[in-house]
């Protein structure tokens, strides 16, 4: 029995609103199937699959318009597990990290963990504001989030300058959730990691990272600190340059991967793509902003994503119970992120998505608001 039957006619056409994992297109789910009983289940060491990872590592660089002197690496694990790798791998002493929301955090985390390294640096900000990465003698590393996927924060991508950065201090961004719908100039960093089951719309499990020289350098340079096999920067790019990872990967998220990234450039790269969560993005802003009840909760307009939008909304509606409705209308993962704890809706708007498909949502939203 659902609580509230909407009309059907009101509903998006696919009701997948997740920031992560996030809506698959039923293009990328046909190629899977057509893969099925061919690449699928065949070795990883053998040209098929080595091809299928060279269409992801050229279709990447093209995608985020790569410097010709940086370099895709891959390994298994997802963004997590390129945390780890880069804490044994890309800092040498001593870390600053961006700590605005949950991933921030859970990178400065692991730096501070490392019994190797000095106690990180970490610059904090509320929940929903952008903190910036500023410079400081001794820190070798600066790191943020270039969405943060658990607030909705875009962040600037630019080198932290000033007198007091060390030239050869290394810039590593999260893109997990930004890559493939945000701009950037990658040349802003030394290291773009991400996972595909965000912005690029693919399965988990995955992480990429497009490295610059002096990251490459960096690796090298730390490659006689001891670190497990399955962590080392040093493994993952030797393999990567042959086109494989260290271990087994997922087949089929590679083959979803290959799909979204040529799809995306098919359509005009990343001007197409920045577009279209741009305009899910005024869409969903525009009505919060007229709505009387829903406020964006990133209060500076310019910090706001347009990849994962964030809406409070005020405490006679409780959102928790909104989102349930529409849970059970098939219209799912509008929960704000667990640990934020707001009476909130997260809206994943990335690439893959429609923007009438925000339409949508949003008159969806007013009439389980004004109907329940
Ligand atoms: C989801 C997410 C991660 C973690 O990604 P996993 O692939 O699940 O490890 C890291 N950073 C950001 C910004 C994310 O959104």
Redesign the pocket.
């Known amino acids: 029995m659902t609580t509230l039957a909407l009309p059907t006619e009101m509903l998006p056409a696919d009701g997948r609103f997740g920031?992560?994992p996030s809506r698959i297109r039923p293009g990328q789910s046909d190629a899977l199937a057509a893969v099925g009983t061919t690449l699928m289940g065949t070795s990883h060491r053998q040209a098929p699959v080595r091809q299928l990872v060279a269409r992801v590592r050229e279709g990447i660089r093209e995608l985020l318009e790569l410097p010709d002197d940086y370099e895709i690496v891959l390994g298994n694990?997802?963004?997590?597990?390129f945390w780890d790798a880069a804490t044994f791998g890309l800092i040498r002493e001593r870390s600053q990290h961006v700590s605005t929301g949950e991933?921030g955090a859970?990178f400065a985390t692991a730096a501070r963990r490392a019994p190797f390294l000095a106690d990180p640096s970490v610059i904090t900000g509320d929940p929903g504001t952008l903190a910036r990465p500023r410079a400081e003698e001794g820190v070798d590393a600066y790191a943020w989030?270039h969405?943060?996927?658990s607030t909705g924060v875009v962040a600037p991508v630019e080198r932290v300058d000033g007198g007091q950065v060390d030239a050869e201090a290394l810039m590593l961004v999260?893109g997990?959730?930004a890559a493939g719908g945000v701009p950037v100039d990658l040349s802003q960093c030394d290291a773009y990691y991400f996972?595909p089951?965000?912005g690029l719309g693919s399965d988990?499990g995955l992480?990429l990272a497009a490295l610059s020289p002096a990251a490459l350098a960096r690796v090298e340079e730390l490659a006689q600190r001891w670190v497990p096999e399955s962590l080392s920067l040093t493994a993952a790019v030797e393999n990567s340059r042959k086109e494989q990872t260290l271990n087994t990967p997922a087949i089929a998220t590679l083959v979803l991967m290959a799909e979204q990234v040529e799809w995306l450039l098919a359509g005009g790269g990343m001007s197409f793509a920045a577009s279209r969560s741009a305009r899910s993005a005024s869409i969903l802003y525009d009505w919060a902003e007229r709505s009387e009840y829903a406020t964006p909760f990133v209060t500076d307009p310019q910090a706001r994503s347009t990849v994962v939008g964030t809406v409070d909304f005020a405490e006679t509606v409780d959102a928790a119970r909104v989102a349930s409705v529409l849970r059970e209308n098939g219209v799912v993962d509008i929960e704000p992120y667990r640990k934020l704890g707001r009476n909130q809706i997260r809206v994943g708007m990335y690439p893959s998505v429609d923007p009438e498909d925000v339409a949508a949502l949003v008159a969806c939203v007013d009439y389980v608001v004004e109907n329940l």
């Open positions: 920031s992560g694990g997802g963004s997590t597990f991933f859970k989030a969405n943060e996927t999260d997990t959730s996972a089951q965000k988990g992480w």
